[in-house]
């Protein structure tokens, strides 16, 4: 059974950053994306990165391009998502989620297929951009 840890997430100022983390556990192969989403509430669930595992090939959401990047351990079955310059708008709690059949792509919106394509979830870790 894949299981995915977030951690990360916390308070921090206008302009600041924060990297959170995605830990996996019971992989069982290397082909699969991670994703990153947030949902601020009120709002719907916001695709905002995606990896592909096998390759790190790694794409963004128009709102955070050039701010966030995406990375991977393998070694340490985690992925990262760095998070520079931070907006007020940035704060939401944050989820990773991998789909064993999903694909990355440009053509997404947030560079991720949509949430029906994940196969499993974190608990989510709240970002709070404020002063």
């Known amino acids: 059974q894949v299981q995915l840890v977030e951690s990360g997430g916390g308070l921090v100022q206008p302009g600041g950053s924060l990297r959170l983390s995605c830990a996996a556990s019971g992989l069982t192969s290397d082909y699969y994306a991670i994703g990153w989403f947030r949902q601020a509430p009120g709002w719907e669930r916001e695709g905002v990165s995606c990896i592909s595992y096998s390759d790190g090939s790694a794409y963004y959401g128009d709102s955070v391009k050039g701010r966030f990047t995406i990375s991977r351990d393998n070694a340490k079955n985690t992925v990262y998502l760095q998070m520079n310059s931070l907006k007020p708008e940035d704060t939401a709690v944050y989820y990773c989620?991998?789909?064993?059949?999903?694909?990355?792509?440009?053509?997404?919106?947030?560079?991720?297929?949509?949430?029906?394509?994940?196969?499993?979830w974190g608990q989510g870790t709240q970002v709070t951009v404020s002063s």
């Open positions: 989620a991998l789909g064993e059949s999903a694909n990355c792509g440009p053509y997404y919106s947030g560079g991720t297929p949509p949430p029906y394509e994940y196969d499993y």
